[in-house]
């Protein structure tokens, strides 16, 4: 059973840049696609990024393309998401998922999540 495990959150200022990873704990070809979630106070969680793990196709959110760039290292078990040109309506709780089968941005597509790490931009 894999289990995920994102780090690299923290505080930065506007314009500034954070890399996330996701750590899982089995391989990621055991998965068919790891996303990145984000949710604010009071807010839904919505879908920021998605990589399928075969073929290591991309899709992003609109809000974020051009500025973020999802990437997996295999031999590292990793899914990483680069983020540039922060802004503080990026500000959020980021959550890792992972998906067996299906690979739509969106939470439902997701049976597997990592316990998030905190991004705030001021």
């Known amino acids: 059973h894999v289990q995920l495990v994102e780090s690299g959150g923290g505080s930065v200022l506007a314009g500034g840049s954070l890399r996330l990873s996701c750590v899982l704990s089995?391989?990621?070809?055991?998965?068919?696609?790891v996303g990145w979630f984000r949710q604010a106070p009071g807010k839904e969680r919505e879908g920021v990024a998605r990589?399928?793990?075969?073929?290591?196709?991309?899709y992003y959110a609109d809000s974020v393309k051009g500025r973020f760039t999802i990437s997996q290292d295999k031999a590292k078990n990793t899914v990483y998401l680069q983020m540039n040109s922060l802004k503080p309506e990026d500000s959020a709780m980021y959550y890792c998922?992972?998906?067996?089968?299906?690979?739509?941005?969106?939470?439902?597509?997701?049976?597997?999540w990592g316990q998030g790490t905190q991004v705030t931009v001021s």
């Open positions: 990589i399928k793990t075969g073929d290591g196709s991309t």
């Open positions: 089995g391989s990621i070809s055991s998965t068919n696609c």
């Open positions: 998922a992972a998906s067996r089968w299906v690979c739509l941005l969106a939470p439902a597509s997701f049976g597997i």
